[in-house]
């Protein structure tokens, strides 16, 4: 699962996965403050950045999920 990092209205971060991205979102892109080159290590950083902000998407995704059918599941049980 692909991410990327956008900047709403308000100015606040958010990482979304790719197909939730929108035209005309404020996205980062490769440019560091001091105007220097990425290096491979700042590479590196960003690729496990990333993939942990996708398996954070992924867990709260399952989480809500999980806790949506275990409701489901309780209201079934229920004496009437």
């Not at 560091?32 to 867990?59: N, P």
């Amino acid at each position: 699962m692909d991410a990327g990092i956008l900047k709403d209205k308000d100015g606040v971060l958010w990482v979304r996965e790719g197909r939730r991205l929108k035209k005309g979102d404020l996205v980062a892109v490769g440019e560091k403050e001091d105007g220097s080159d990425f290096t491979d290590a700042d590479e590196q950083s960003v690729l496990v950045l990333a993939e942990l902000a996708s398996l954070a998407i992924d867990h709260a995704s399952r989480t809500k999920e999980l806790s949506r059918r275990q409701a489901h599941s309780a209201e079934r049980v229920r004496p009437s």
